[in-house]
């Protein structure tokens, strides 16, 4: 089993920027598993902001690209999103998501929401 918790979620001004991170736990997490933000708008399905392996190789939804920036710690077993110049349209929530590349475990965390508004 894997937990995962989020923090910083908030309200952002347009144009301004925030971070988010998780931190997973449980001994069932291991170097094998892909380190993920997803975000919901209502009525969508979850989209892929960022995603990152244990080896730092990265991969960003179009709509963010040039503007957030996903870490990873492989010590702390934690996953950072750095988003700047905030759009309105950034507004969602945003759930932090583990998979295992070779089992397929997936887990997700409860989600924090963000708003991106004056």
């Known amino acids: 089993q894997v937990q995962l918790v989020e923090s910083g979620g908030g309200l952002v001004q347009p144009g301004g920027s925030l971070r988010l991170s998780c931190a997973a736990s449980?001994?069932?997490?291991?170097?094998?598993?892909?380190m993920a933000w997803y975000r919901e708008f209502p009525g969508v399905q979850r989209e892929l902001v960022a995603d990152?392996?244990?080896?730092?190789?990265?991969n960003y939804g179009d709509a963010v690209k040039g503007r957030c920036t996903i870490t990873r710690d492989n010590i702390r077993n934690t996953v950072s999103l750095q988003m700047n110049s905030m759009k309105p349209e950034d507004t969602a929530i945003y759930y932090c998501?583990?998979?295992?590349?070779?089992?397929?475990?997936?887990?997700w965390g409860q989600g924090t929401r963000v708003t991106a508004s004056s």
């Open positions: 998501y583990v998979r295992h590349q070779l089992y397929g475990n997936i887990y």
């Open positions: 449980g001994s069932g997490f291991n170097m094998f598993y892909i």
């Open positions: 990152i392996d244990y080896h730092g190789r990265t």
